[in-house]
């Protein structure tokens, strides 16, 4: 079995519904993968339902239509724009914060459940799951994911660690 695969059993059509929105995301250009399948891309890959990209802003309302279209249900919130299908595990989430703008410049394609998709780089991944990590409006277990996410980055790549809160290192 495949990853790919694998991850549609799991997640009730998961994989599919991924390879469907970056058909959407590919005729809407630049977007990237910017939460935690893009670190999965960089460390030992954990189990994750979250979707987390980037868009042009002016492109989300063409995104959402053409999601909206395909059968996802699209919701729409002050720093967000989300979309899911009905019977989906599948969680995908539009970040609509202007500071992950420059993250589309230096993101370049992997291979993401059997599909090749433009991702942020671990620098700009880094600082996304810093500024997640610090933010004190998020629910703890959220910012406890970002911190293991940056705990494993920190494992994996040594040299990223002054860009890592001493907070985190330290746990090393």
Not at 1 to 15: F, K, L, P, Q, R
Not at 32 to 49: D, K, Q, R, S, W
Not at 136 to 165: F, N
Request: charged fraction near 25%.
């Amino acid at each position: 079995m495949t990853a790919a695969e694998i991850y549609d059993s799991v997640t009730n059509g998961g994989a599919h519904d991924f390879a469907e929105v970056v058909g959407v995301l590919n005729r809407n250009k630049p977007w990237c993968l910017i939460g935690g399948l893009a670190v999965n891309c960089f460390v030992e890959p954990v189990y994750t339902v979250d979707v987390d990209l980037v868009a042009v802003t002016a492109n989300l309302e063409q995104i959402g239509r053409e999601l909206e279209a395909a059968g996802f249900r699209v919701k729409r919130f002050e720093h967000s724009m989300n979309a899911q299908r009905p019977v989906s595990e599948l969680n995908v989430q539009f970040t609509t914060d202007a500071r992950y703008q420059d993250f589309l410049t230096g993101a370049t394609k992997r291979e993401v459940l059997g599909v090749r998709v433009p991702v942020a780089s671990l620098e700009d991944i880094v600082r996304g799951k810093v500024w997640a990590w610090q933010d004190e409006q998020r629910r703890s277990t959220k910012r406890k994911k970002d911190e293991l996410d940056l705990m494993r980055i920190a494992e994996a790549h040594p040299a990223l660690r002054r860009l890592i809160p001493a907070e985190i290192v330290k746990q090393l």
